[in-house]
């Protein structure tokens, strides 16, 4: 989103994106309260947060990039690599395993000299989309974290350190030995040589670490986008619909012939009105909104971002063609908004 606002004031001299890194929660608090023109979340919104809408209004969704959630660790001596089932990743935020050379960590990990060293939690302290899709995995992996925390861009934590935005979480890990936290991958890329991350077990049984395409033009060998294609391909409601049970993280979790997705994988969204305050501001909304699904998805691939798919990009320019002003099209309205 940062390189979008910048480089959308090189394209639209004139136009100025305000973007403020909050958290999905605030972000969908705030687009409820209207206080906002679009907001952002990695979370599709519950089935609370569409009742809280303003009465009579729709909200549309615009899937607008992918990225996947890796456990981030601070282990000296170990770098990339290091394997995690979801129940092991459970039972270290649920506070069952404690200790980085606990038993069932060091099984999976039978080449590692893990130290007797307690294992520091860290997770964010902001309602966040990021954990809504690790927690999103921990509930379809074990049955306790199921049963006393579920999934939601919020959690009750039972354990660990709080810290506000991926970025703070990527600072408590980077500072914090023998520490874990889930982080989007984005974060950690961008800190090579202060935070690793490791590799988790998919549905067919493959300890597979998050990686992005090699090039704008070039996913074959990403497991983020093997994830796509498996749980993302099909299926997805209209934007105007609601989207509530959309997850890749599901839709893949028992897919044994995935073999190469990594299973922790989310959209990300952007939220607006689909009536629009008037037609000058909703041509500036729609206007971005076209321009950052048709043309700047190639500005997220050096951070492990996958340009959306074709049919993702057709859902979307069919939603941004049904934004309103007055009660008719924007794109109507104004041709060259979406082209």
């Not at 579920?150 to 810290?163: A, H």
């Not at 984005?186 to 067919?204: D, R």
């Not at 049919?311 to 002003?325: E, F, Q, R």
Request: with cysteine.
């Amino acid at each position: 989103m940062s390189a979008w606002t910048f480089a959308y004031g090189q394209v639209q001299s004139g136009v100025q994106v305000n973007y403020a890194s909050v958290g999905s929660g605030a972000g969908i608090t705030d687009i409820t309260k209207q206080t906002v023109d679009v907001g952002a979340s990695d979370a599709p919104l519950s089935a609370t947060q569409y009742s809280a809408l303003p009465a009579g209004s729709t909200l549309v969704t615009i899937p607008e990039s992918i990225s996947a959630v890796v456990p981030a660790y601070n282990l000296p001596g170990i770098t990339n690599g290091l394997k995690f089932t979801g129940n092991v990743l459970a039972q270290i935020f649920l506070g069952n395993i404690t200790q980085w050379n606990d038993p069932q960590i060091q099984a999976l990990n039978p080449g590692a000299t893990l130290p007797a060293h307690t294992i520091t939690v860290v997770h964010r302290s902001d309602g966040s989309g990021t954990m809504y899709a690790f927690t999103n995995f921990l509930t379809d992996s074990n049955a306790q974290w199921k049963s006393t925390v579920g999934y939601s861009t919020n959690p009750s934590w039972p354990t660990g350190l709080g810290c506000k935005g991926n970025e703070g979480v990527a600072g408590c890990i980077e500072n914090t030995q023998y520490s874990i936290g889930p982080l989007e991958i984005a974060y950690a890329i961008q800190n090579p040589s202060l935070i690793s991350w490791g590799a988790v077990q998919n549905a067919a049984g493959n300890y597979i670490t998050a990686t992005g395409c090699a090039s704008a033009t070039n996913c074959t060998n990403s497991t983020i986008s093997a994830a796509v294609t498996a749980g993302a391909s099909t299926g997805l409601p209209a934007g105007n619909a609601v989207w509530t049970p959309v997850s890749i993280i599901n839709n893949i979790y028992n897919d044994t012939g995935a073999t190469n997705a990594y299973p922790i994988t989310t959209f990300t969204y952007l939220v607006t009105y689909q009536a629009q305050k008037n037609l000058a501001q909703g041509e500036l909304v729609a206007n971005f909104l076209w321009w950052a699904v048709n043309h700047a998805q190639t500005a997220g691939v050096p951070l492990g971002y996958i340009p959306l798919p074709s049919g993702v990009v057709t859902l979307d320019d069919t939603t941004i063609k049904s934004l309103t002003a007055s009660g008719t099209s924007i794109c109507t309205q104004a041709p060259s908004v979406c082209a």
